[in-house]
């Protein structure tokens, strides 16, 4: 029992970083309609500054807020410069991003190098409640997600910005002619998307080691979980990033270990053949126009 | 006019001179094929390291002297940005365009066995440095009109690598633990590679009397929590981290934090890494290194050499061993054309390979190829004190003297 219980609890932080890297990737593909395939980079590069600034000394908790930062400021860039020009040519903005992907992960080579980086565990303690280890870093990170999940699921459903941006969704051109200036609401989401990678890489290097490849693998978890939780919902990324946690962590508890990753997407899959909107519907994602 | 007769003289005999020091200084080219991008790049540049370390120090010495002529190794390197297919566009580039004599390359056995179909028709040597090539070279791959002939292992077999490492791990381990282990569980990323090190590494714990159990991973993991938790409730007295350094240091910390066993052994893990890490354990904890350890060698010649070989500017990281798969090979190459007296001949320098022996600086007892073209050398095993980052305790292991049980040994 004990054993379950604490499946259950991996469950939940496997979800955590999932979570984050998923509303990122449903709001700037479901709201902005840019397939960024360098999101996943964006994160390493947040875990990157994260490593490089608590190396220097930098307190974990600040050096968090800095890397959000570092790669909202890395996203207002490659969306002014790039993936502005592509905005009704989602596929060019989709293979622009693989390039990008690939740039960012042999920048971060040179700056650095190829190795592993890693932190010390900025709290270091560990609960044993009832037979079961909760690591604190893990809670604090489950913690952090829960609070930004909710900052930007009201920020998107009730604030008069969330409001005009999903308008902007619905018909672009009304939007437009109603005064809202799309464009830069765009902008606004890639930012707000990327700063949530920066975050999202700074907790995972909390928890684990990150390499200049990490963001290429930890990609297509954040876009499984956008599409069957439905594009643009942030509600449905929550739903989706608990549904591969909790397969994740039961089935490599209790099934075919090395299946492990196999057991989400065949989960993927059929959602995504039963329900196409995702679990809690979305957007049609990118349109060409 | 005596003066004009002087001086044509020494005209003369500086152009002989120029001639003399450019027929001195012919090139030996020698082709190098490795990742420098992709997700492979931690284990190329060490193929790359290792190659311009050995390069540079056989040219400082004045090149290699074949017949009456000396020549300088021209390297030409070529990054297979981790991709099979770009492995085989390079080998064919340095074999048919360039003409290369000899072939160093690559990190993983799929890569190398692509580049082999070339180098073998071309009769050109190829040097790769992994053990899972004993699938592929028995007797019928290696002989005169085989494909693989030209090939040569510079890993031991991983039948020895695991026997080895395996009775290394456990004797460390046994003087540590309250009773003497009897459980062990092997823990492998699922991947061509983690299938066929883990089936030699299970049947050598197996002969050493452990009750084993293999639970493996997909590639590319990070988060080992469940998987740990399924392992904690195996109670086992060992967790072998089996295979990929990077990996095993993304799952060791998580191990630590769940209290999943009483002692660990972490492949692939430098001393120095585990050092830089601050790594730390209240439970006995066994490393071993591929092939031997730069942060605590007990020889002086690898100290010498790696300290050398980060001089150049390699980066310290978990497989900067893995460089020594490759140094030594082109000094032993070196000595081979010596003696062979020409360097087109490449059948003759691999009947010289194979009847020579060279002293270098992975192993204290002089390398051997074997008929099927593969060397055999001990492994160094480590053991850190508990709540210790940087005191380790190691000691070389001589491989077993044949397979163990249910082991074919390919």
Same mark, same amino acid.
């Given at each position: ?44 590069? !947040? ?44 596929? /060019? ?71 005009? $941006? ?26 707000? !998307? ?23 693998? =930890? ?10 939780? &439905? ?48 679990? $809690? ?9 | ?27 030996? #080219? ?28 056989? /040219? ?35 074999? /048919? ?65 695991? &026997? ?53 991973? #997909? ?8 998987? $740990?938790?399924?392992?904690? !409730? ?63 060698? #007990? ?41 062979? &007296?020409? =360097? ?67």
């Amino acid at each position: 029992m004990d054993i379950f219980v604490q499946q259950l609890v991996n469950s939940l932080s496997v979800a955590s970083v999932t979570i984050l890297i998923g509303i990122g990737i449903t709001l700037i593909f479901g709201l902005a309609g840019i397939v960024n395939f360098a999101h996943g980079e964006f994160l390493m590069v !947040g875990g990157m500054a994260t490593w490089f600034m608590v190396g220097a000394g930098m307190n974990f908790f600040v050096a968090l807020v800095f890397a959000g930062l570092l790669v909202g400021a890395l996203g207002f860039a490659a969306e002014r410069c790039l993936f502005r020009f592509t905005l009704n040519r989602p596929m /060019n903005g989709f293979i622009m991003s693989i390039g990008l992907s690939v740039i960012l992960q042999h920048a971060i080579i040179r700056v650095f190098n190829e190795f592993q980086k890693s932190i010390t565990d900025p709290v270091g303690l560990v609960w044993t409640i009832g037979g079961v280890d909760i690591i604190a870093m893990r809670a604090i990170v489950v913690a952090i997600t829960a609070v930004i999940v909710a900052i930007t699921y009201f920020g998107i459903s009730r604030s008069r910005y969330g409001m005009a $941006l999903r308008a902007s969704v619905s018909d672009r051109d009304t939007a437009e002619l109603m005064g809202i200036p799309v464009r830069r609401y765009v902008t606004g989401v890639f930012i707000y !998307g990327s700063l949530l990678a920066g975050i999202g890489g700074a907790l995972m290097i909390s928890l684990f080691p990150i390499t200049p490849f990490t963001g290429s693998v =930890i990609i297509i978890r954040g876009f499984a979980v956008s599409l069957i939780g &439905g594009l643009g919902n942030v509600g449905g990324a929550v739903v989706g990033g608990l549904v591969l946690g909790l397969v994740d962590g039961l089935s490599a508890g209790y099934g075919y270990p090395e299946w492990t990753d196999a057991y989400s997407l065949v989960v993927m899959i059929l959602i995504l053949v039963l329900r196409p909107q995702g679990l $809690l519907g979305g957007t049609l994602g990118p349109k060409a126009s | 006019m005596r003066q004009l007769g002087l001086g044509l003289t020494m005209a003369a005999a500086g152009l002989a001179m120029a001639l003399q020091t450019a027929r001195a200084d012919e090139e030996l #080219p020698i082709g190098v094929i490795a990742a420098q991008s992709g997700s492979f790049v931690s284990a190329g540049n060490t193929i790359v390291g290792a190659a311009n370390l050995a390069a540079q120090q056989i /040219n400082d010495a004045g090149g290699i002297k074949v017949g009456d002529k000396t020549y300088k190794i021209k390297l030409y390197i070529r990054d297979n940005r981790t991709d099979v297919n770009v492995s085989i566009a390079a080998a064919r580039e340095l074999v /048919n365009d360039i003409g290369v004599k000899a072939i160093w390359g690559t990190e993983t056995h799929d890569f190398s066995v692509s580049m082999a179909k070339i180098t073998g028709p071309a009769k050109v040597l190829q040097f790769s440095g992994n053990s899972s090539l004993g699938a592929v070279l028995d007797d019928k791959a290696v002989a005169d009109d085989g494909w693989l002939h030209y090939t040569f292992q510079s890993e031991p077999q991983e039948w020895q690598r695991s &026997g080895s490492t395996a009775k290394g791990v456990l004797s460390l381990l046994t003087s540590q633990l309250k009773s003497p282990p009897k459980h062990s569980v092997v823990f492998v990323g699922n991947d061509a590679t983690g299938q066929y090190l883990s089936s030699h590494y299970v049947k050598a714990l197996e002969a050493e009397g452990q009750k084993v159990d293999l639970v493996q991973y #997909p590639p590319d993991t990070t988060d080992f929590s469940p998987l $740990l938790t399924r392992i904690k !409730g195996m109670k086992p007295d060992i967790v072998h981290f089996w295979y990929n350094g990077d990996s095993t240091l993304t799952a060791f910390p998580q191990a630590l934090k769940l209290g999943v066993a009483p002692s660990y052994f972490l492949f692939g893990v430098d001393p120095g890494i585990y050092q830089e890490r601050s790594l730390k354990a209240d439970v006995p904890v066994t490393l071993s290194c591929v092939p031997v350890c730069w942060g605590s060698s #007990p020889f002086p010649e690898v100290k010498q050499y790696f300290e050398k070989y980060f001089g150049l500017g390699a980066a310290k990281g978990p497989q900067s061993s893995v460089s020594l798969l490759y140094y030594d090979y082109f000094f032993w190459y070196a000595k081979a054309l010596e003696k062979v &007296g020409k =360097i087109d001949d490449p059948d003759a320098v691999v009947a010289e390979l194979l009847k020579s022996d060279y002293k270098g600086v992975v192993s204290p007892v002089p390398l051997v190829f074997n008929k099927h073209h593969q060397v055999t050398f001990a492994t160094e095993v480590c053991m850190v004190e508990p709540n210790t980052s940087d005191q380790f305790k190691c000691a070389v292991e001589q491989p077993p003297a044949a397979p163990p049980p249910g082991d074919n040994g390919g």
